[in-house]
Structure formats: C-alpha cells, structure tokens
C-alpha cells in the first residue's frame, strides 16, 4: 500500500514507523480487527458508520474497483480482508479522516498526535506501540519485494473484565509485534504494495 502512487510513502521510513504504530495500537498489537462492542473492523478500528464512506473513498482514490458495493456487502469482512483492509486505512489516512472534526488531512504527513486526534477522536497516548514498532524497525532485516508474505503467528488477544480486546504490554505481544513486522517487511506487505 505504501508504494501505491496514491500513497507514494514506501521509502518513508517515518511514515512507515507512524502507520505501523497507529495500526499496532488499533489492532491490540495485531491481535484483531474486529471490535464486537461497537462492530469496528479494520486496521484501524472504523465504525460501521463510517465504512460506505470509507469504501466511497477507496474508490475514488483506485476508480474502477467497485469497492463501496464489495463493503456493502461483505460489511465488515471487507475491512478484515488484507487486500482491502490496506487500502481501506489508505483512504482514511487520505480522505475519510475528514468525518472526525478538524481534520480532513493527508495523514501520512502529519506528526503522530494528529494521526491519534484524526483515527481516534481524541488523543491518548501511544507512545508504547510507536516505541515497539521503533525497536522493531531497527531490528529488522533489509526489505525484499517478495511473492508472498511470510505469515506471521497468531497472537492470543488481551481480555479484560468487561470481555473487549485492549491494548496489553508485555513480552508476548512485543515478540508477536516483531515477527508480524518483520514479516510484512520481509515478505513484501509493505514494500509490494499488498
């Protein structure tokens, strides 16, 4: 997704690091992308309310792809789905941001806080996932553009009392963190645009 020319960021390493972060901390360390509370899905965690929007906007970005009638009717699967779920964040970071009140910015380009501010609202900190990821990076082999991805392990998500996903520290989730991203980094998620 990073090296589609809508995008045009798969070399920005800072750019790269922000959006893995983001998603990190909006899928419990890549443990879910499914909120059963309110019925998000996605990499980032959207609404139901939002996905025609989001879907409109995929297609304005990629014309020709008919992805607002496939969301209608996948409804959430489709933003669970790996070859939309990318594009999906895409467009929000692009366009669909503009439902949260002063935003409707390129998020790519925006520092951190204001990504937090534009996917969740509000911000809150999380300066752990931009850590994780940061450490991550740094320890991960060169990139490749390979066929296919590597797939990384499943990870166990985080209950608390009230029976949701919530963002957990720990060992476990930062070893899931590394191996996920090293494999989309390795295997090509990234850098090949899928």
Known sequence: MLSDPVVDK????????????????ETAYFSTVYQPRDGGAG???MIPGNWVRNAQDMDDLWPGQGYAPKAAEMGKSFFQTPSFGWRSVAAW???TNDVIPNCGIDLFDQPFETQTRCIL????????????????????????VLQTPTPAPAAVPAQDDDGDEDVKSGAALKSVLLAWTSAVLVGGAISAGR
Do not use: M, W
Not at 16 to 23: G, N, R
Not at 127 to 137: H, P, R, S
């Open 93 to 95: 970071f692009k366009r």
């Open 10 to 25: 798969c070399g920005d390493a800072e750019a790269t690091h922000k959006l893995l972060a983001q998603i990190a901390y």
């Open 121 to 144: 609202s509000r911000v809150v900190s999380r300066q752990e996932a931009y850590d994780i990821v940061g450490t991550c990076l740094a320890n991960a082999p060169a990139a490749q």
């Open 43 to 45: 990499l980032i965690h």
